[in-house]
């Protein structure tokens, strides 16, 4: 349920939150213009910006897609049913869209560009780095992870000086460590699948956002991961209705 109280403009650190189409938005300055990131829901994200429209893992239980702009770039970042639909993104798609996907994920939607690792390129006009989103703790029966190394990217998109990282699926894995001069963060934080709120302060401790937003937080206490970055003045942690 949307808290009432959000409905007014909120003056932020690096942002005003508003209320669109029944979703949070939090708009920052760039050198280059707004970015608008709306927060749909789990691990499902808008972003626009320079009047590009880039969907995030767009999975119709959490939204109707028909009632959202279409996209000029899909970021897709693992093949699981809650962040892989393929049918919102033949919804979602036009004749210029870009579709970026792991080489799983393509198993599954075909036609997109495929992205492993390590791989960047340009897309919509955006630098977009992948990086890895796995699991090295939480186990699913018969000793396999949820989020095997290689199958799932994380993404670093650059919009003008503003940099946003989204984790993915991913535990506070080594390679945060590389991640440098992040503005805004997303770290999903839900057991058994992805990370607790403590895993979750220590990846935003080897990352230093400005900013963290949790994400894909399931019924997590968020509470617990204020508390424990408390001390840590200099990230912003901003909770929003990303369930």
Do not use: W
């Amino acid at each position: 349920m949307k808290q009432l109280l959000n409905i007014q403009f909120i003056i932020l650190l690096l942002g005003i939150t508003v209320i669109s189409s029944g979703f949070e938005k939090d708009i920052f300055k760039t050198s280059k213009g707004d970015l608008a990131i709306t927060f749909i829901g789990h691990g499902t994200l808008m972003m626009e910006f320079n009047a590009k429209v880039i969907h995030i893992d767009p999975v119709s239980r959490y939204a109707d897609y028909t009632k959202l702009p279409k996209a000029d770039l899909i970021l897709i970042t693992h093949e699981h049913g809650d962040h892989l639909d393929p049918k919102t993104i033949d919804l979602l798609k036009k004749e210029s869209t870009e579709i970026v996907l792991t080489n799983i994920c393509s198993e599954k939607y075909i036609g997109a560009e495929i992205m492993k690792n390590g791989d960047s390129g340009i897309f919509a006009g955006l630098k977009i780095d992948a990086v890895p989103a796995y699991n090295i703790k939480h186990m699913r029966s018969g000793g396999n992870t949820y989020h095997p190394k290689g199958n799932g990217n994380g993404y670093l998109i650059q919009f003008a000086d503003i940099k946003v990282y989204v984790a993915g699926d991913t535990e506070n894995i080594p390679e945060m460590k590389n991640l440098q001069n992040i503005d805004i963060v997303f770290l999903p934080m839900n057991l058994p699948y992805t990370m607790t709120p403590e895993m979750v302060a220590d990846a935003a401790r080897l990352i230093n956002p400005k900013i963290l937003y949790p994400y894909h937080f399931g019924q997590t206490d968020t509470n617990i991961l204020v508390e424990l970055m408390k001390n840590r003045s200099d990230i912003d942690v901003r909770i929003r209705e990303l369930k």
